[in-house]
């Protein structure tokens, strides 16, 4: 599990009924389910093979869950981890709520909790130690763990592989891309990309190759950390900050620091976000630290912030 994760459970709609309604005029190609047995490779790299469609799902982590939903698949849901209720934002959240739980995931969901529920898949955010109870008792398990927005696109086509929802998936995906480009048209003519540090939380943040450096990229600007860190999801110190003199810091909703909190720390006073008054806490980060369908609503948050006259 990667730091932003951990920041989407620690720190811490429209599009799914848009998504039903042109499913729906798929006619019977939105349920036919695929013909002979279904072979997926997961983002764990376990290659799965069912029979036939999926419909008993345990499903791990709010961004999991909403794609799941949005799929049209609540009612295919036996048991969610307690994130799911606890972070999944709006316009999902009260879909999120009054399913059964298996409790908290962390540092490990309970394999016996997992069993109680009959499932015929889990779908979970990262690979599980406890395989052997679930092996024994023949229960797959689906790893979810994109590092980009084409990891978010290809996860929702292998949920949808799965679970026979294929055409719904890609109608789903569709949307994402087409509210996307609607964003990158407004910002096409931007002359100026600023450097933007992301503080999930401890001076946590976001390195090269990962979902969230492609928000900020498709928002508009620049990761201002990339250049001095290696791992995806390192922590940096206060002084590497100070280096990379970021034109914006934005810390995440979920990190319990005001922006005047942030801007004291060590040595940012040197920084243009600090000299700038360009520090500030994202007004919600759920749709940024996790690789969901919220995917759109957190590049648009980010362009927004960065490019208040450029997109409303």
Known sequence: MTPTFRAGRWLAGFMAAAVLAAAAGCGAAGSAAPSGPIHVVDDAGQHLTFSAP???????????????????????????????PQYTPAP????????????????????????????????????????KTLTRRHIPVMVLNPTSIQGVYHDIALVGTVTGTSARARVLVAHLKAQLASLEAKLRHIRRHPTVFYDLGDLYTTGRGTFLTDFITLAGGKNALAPYVKAPWPQVTAEQVVRANPDYI????????????????????????????????????SYLDEPSIGLVRGVKELAHILHPHWVS
């Open 92 to 131: 999902w959240a009260k879909a999120a709520h009054g399913l059964p739980s298996i409790g908290n995931a962390l540092p490990e969901p309970s394999a016996e909790a997992v069993v109680a529920r009959r499932p015929q898949l889990v779908i979970t955010d990262e690979p599980l130690s406890d395989l």
């Open 54 to 84: 999926v419909h008993r799902l345990v499903v791990i982590a709010p961004s999991n869950f909403e794609i799941v939903n949005a799929l049209g698949l609540r009612r295919d849901i036996v048991g969610v981890d307690s994130s799911v």
């Open 250 to 285: 934005v810390v995440d909703s979920g990190a319990g620091i005001t922006a005047a909190q942030e801007s004291k720390l060590a040595g940012f006073s040197a920084t243009r976000a600090v000299k700038d008054h360009h520090v500030l806490v994202a007004p919600n980060s």
